[in-house]
């Protein structure tokens, strides 16, 4: 993609000095540690920045910079290396060159770990984040002041010419001229590239806008305001992962619903160590709960509701017991928490258009319509829209619906016979569970993948909600799934 200077524009509603510093500047580091083929940690931001005391930065200014400045026209040296007027917009310059010139531009194929300045140079490659940590470093070993630099973390929106938006996830740099202007240094103009598979064909852009969520330097991590529509956080936004329930979601949640000023930063350090993103495959987090045995009452499937409750309160009381010592029960009963909205009827009869879900009571799960599955309804089990496992129950639709009539439900997983998807293959539901005389019942639900809203899109064989109301459901719930969370654990915790 092409974009010509005219076009492209970076909003001066935007402070780009930084609105609101962040205190929590953490992000998984989406690789893992050296000697482990999967896992994680936790890295501060700020630390893919160097400082001017880096000394292989300082060698690749007198070595690599020195040669590409006095070769290239228009360079001086002499200028690069003073402190007198014009020679900071000249180092910009000659920096900005210098990495379009020789750091091939790489597609990182999707969010794929991070690489420090360090490696970057040495391997003379990356993509725009890459890119765009190297020029920002060299920045600031060259003197300039690391608050004339920053780096932003935002998204690149695009229109052609028939007003159709395009929208990617990006990262550049900021440089505050000896004028005192922000000029937008583009990580992305690279001579060479390598790896890059060809863009699907779309019409020429006709305009382009930089929309930074955060900004940050070596010293600093800041939120940026007057981002319209945009409910941004640091951790969820830039993990290296997609949102599913399979994982990122939970943790996303999990993030959302302890800000610091309701959880210790140690205590959701410790609970985010719980994800993991197994054999390197960045689009992909799983947590402990996901990771583990099946048993479906911890994620109220096959419509163990009420049982599902009872995991979480007992998790719940351990954790009060002694909260800083029992961390993974809690992580354990949040997990419970996000799956009771996202897997069960709750929602549906509870939710009231424009406005926030009311928080479950598990003492009382009356919804404010009745739970009717009948012929008619908006959720009708009676009629051949979902499926049933004939495998374990021998009855019809419409008896399936009147046993269920009034009560709240989710869908059936892991039942015998029933796979929809390889993932539910691995898995089975305990024989002390199919064994009791009731299960029969928990044949004829929906399957999981049927009703649940497990993430931003449905998942393929979704039947419950055409698209705009799906949307609206998974935001209801991902919303009362963070509010409840966050109660339970400040009703809770004690220093």
Same mark, same amino acid.
């Given at each position: 993609?092409?974009?010509?200077?005219?076009?492209?524009?970076?909003?001066?509603?935007?402070?780009?000095?930084?609105?609101?510093?962040?205190?929590?500047?953490?992000?998984?580091?989406?690789?893992?540690?050296?000697?482990?083929?999967?896992?994680?940690?936790?890295?501060?931001?700020?630390?893919?920045?160097?400082?001017?005391?880096?000394?292989?930065?300082?060698?690749?200014?007198?070595?690599?910079?020195?040669?590409?400045?006095?070769?290239?026209?228009?360079? !001086?040296?002499?200028?690069?290396?003073?402190?007198?007027?014009? #020679?900071? !917009?000249?180092?910009? !310059?000659?920096?900005?060159?210098?990495?379009?010139?020789?750091?091939?531009?790489?597609?990182?194929?999707?969010?794929?770990?991070?690489?420090?300045?360090?490696?970057?140079?040495?391997?003379?490659?990356?993509?725009c984040?890459?890119?765009a940590?190297?020029?920002?470093?060299?920045?600031?070993?060259?003197?300039?002041?690391?608050?004339?630099?920053?780096?932003?973390?935002?998204?690149?929106?695009?229109?052609?010419?028939?007003?159709?938006?395009?929208e990617?996830?990006?990262?550049?740099v900021?440089?505050?001229?000896?004028?005192?202007?922000?000029?937008?240094?583009?990580?992305?103009?690279?001579?060479?590239?390598?790896?890059?598979?060809?863009?699907?064909?779309?019409?020429?852009?006709?305009?382009?806008?930089?929309?930074?969520?955060?900004?940050?330097?070596?010293?600093?991590?800041?939120?940026?305001?007057?981002?319209?529509?945009?409910?941004?956080?640091?951790?969820?936004?830039?993990s290296?992962?997609?949102?599913?329930?399979?994982?990122?979601?939970?943790?996303?949640?999990?993030?959302?619903?302890?800000?610091?000023?309701?959880?210790?930063?140690?205590?959701?350090?410790?609970?985010?160590?719980?994800?993991?993103?197994?054999?390197?495959?960045?689009?992909l987090?799983?947590?402990?709960?996901?990771?583990?045995a099946?048993?479906?009452?911890?994620?109220?499937?096959?419509?163990?509701?009420?049982?599902?409750?009872?995991?979480?309160?007992?998790?719940?009381?351990?954790?009060?017991?002694?909260?800083?010592?029992?961390?993974?029960?809690?992580?354990?009963?949040?997990?419970g928490?996000?799956?009771?909205?996202a897997?069960?009827?709750?929602?549906?009869?509870?939710?009231?258009?424009?406005?926030?879900?009311?928080?479950?009571?598990?003492?009382?799960?009356?919804?404010?319509?009745?739970?009717?599955?009948?012929?008619?309804?908006?959720?009708?089990?009676?009629?051949?829209?979902?499926?049933?496992?004939?495998?374990?129950?021998?009855?019809?639709?419409?008896?399936?619906?009147?046993?269920?009539?009034?009560?709240?439900?989710?869908?059936?997983?892991?039942?015998?016979?029933?796979?929809?998807?390889?993932?539910?293959?691995?898995?089975?539901?305990?024989?002390?569970?199919?064994?009791?005389p #009731?299960?029969?019942?928990?044949?004829?639900?929906?399957?999981?993948?049927?009703?649940?809203?497990?993430?931003?899109?449905?998942?393929?064989?979704?039947?419950?909600?055409?698209?705009?109301?799906?949307?609206?459901q998974?935001?209801?719930?991902?919303?009362?799934?963070?509010?409840?969370?966050?109660?339970?654990?400040?009703?809770?915790?004690?220093?």
């Amino acid at each position: 993609m092409c974009l010509s200077k005219p076009i492209v524009r970076w909003p001066r509603r935007f402070n780009w000095d930084g609105d609101r510093i962040v205190h929590e500047a953490i992000v998984p580091s989406s690789r893992p540690v050296v000697g482990r083929r999967s896992g994680g940690y936790d890295i501060d931001v700020r630390e893919f920045l160097v400082s001017d005391r880096n000394a292989v930065m300082g060698r690749a200014l007198r070595v690599d910079l020195k040669t590409f400045v006095e070769g290239v026209e228009g360079g !001086d040296w002499e200028l690069f290396s003073s402190r007198g007027p014009g #020679s900071f !917009d000249h180092r910009a !310059d000659m920096i900005a060159a210098f990495v379009g010139r020789e750091v091939a531009y790489r597609s990182g194929g999707g969010r794929d770990p991070w690489q420090f300045p360090d490696e970057t140079l040495a391997i003379r490659s990356g993509d725009c984040e890459d890119r765009a940590l190297l020029m920002a470093s060299l920045l600031l070993a060259s003197g300039t002041s690391s608050f004339n630099v920053r780096v932003a973390l935002g998204r690149l929106r695009t229109w052609d010419a028939r007003g159709r938006r395009r929208e990617n996830d990006h990262v550049w740099v900021m440089y505050k001229d000896e004028a005192g202007r922000w000029l937008l240094l583009e990580p992305t103009h690279a001579t060479k590239v390598e790896g890059l598979r060809a863009a699907p064909k779309t019409e020429t852009p006709v305009r382009a806008e930089y929309v930074p969520l955060y900004l940050f330097n070596d010293v600093h991590l800041w939120a940026v305001a007057g981002v319209a529509d945009e409910k941004v956080n640091l951790a969820r936004d830039w993990s290296g992962v997609h949102p599913t329930f399979g994982g990122a979601v939970h943790k996303s949640i999990l993030n959302e619903a302890l800000p610091a000023s309701v959880c210790p930063p140690w205590v959701l350090a410790a609970l985010n160590r719980h994800f993991t993103t197994p054999l390197g495959i960045t689009s992909l987090t799983v947590d402990d709960v996901d990771a583990g045995a099946y048993d479906p009452r911890d994620h109220f499937d096959n419509a163990y509701v009420v049982q599902g409750w009872q995991r979480v309160k007992q998790r719940l009381t351990q954790f009060g017991g002694a909260p800083s010592l029992s961390l993974d029960s809690f992580f354990y009963a949040a997990h419970g928490i996000a799956d009771f909205y996202a897997h069960t009827s709750y929602a549906h009869f509870a939710g009231q258009a424009g406005q926030p879900l009311p928080l479950a009571d598990p003492a009382n799960l009356t919804p404010v319509r009745p739970a009717d599955y009948g012929p008619g309804g908006d959720f009708d089990l009676a009629s051949n829209a979902f499926s049933i496992n004939d495998a374990v129950f021998g009855g019809t639709h419409a008896t399936s619906a009147a046993h269920w009539n009034g009560s709240i439900i989710s869908g059936r997983y892991a039942q015998k016979s029933d796979s929809h998807g390889l993932l539910e293959k691995f898995f089975s539901v305990p024989s002390e569970l199919t064994d009791a005389p #009731s299960f029969k019942w928990r044949g004829g639900l929906p399957h999981h993948n049927e009703i649940a809203v497990d993430g931003p899109t449905a998942e393929k064989g979704h039947k419950l909600y055409a698209a705009p109301r799906y949307a609206r459901q998974y935001a209801m719930r991902y919303d009362a799934a963070v509010r409840h969370i966050r109660q339970e654990f400040a009703a809770r915790w004690t220093v």
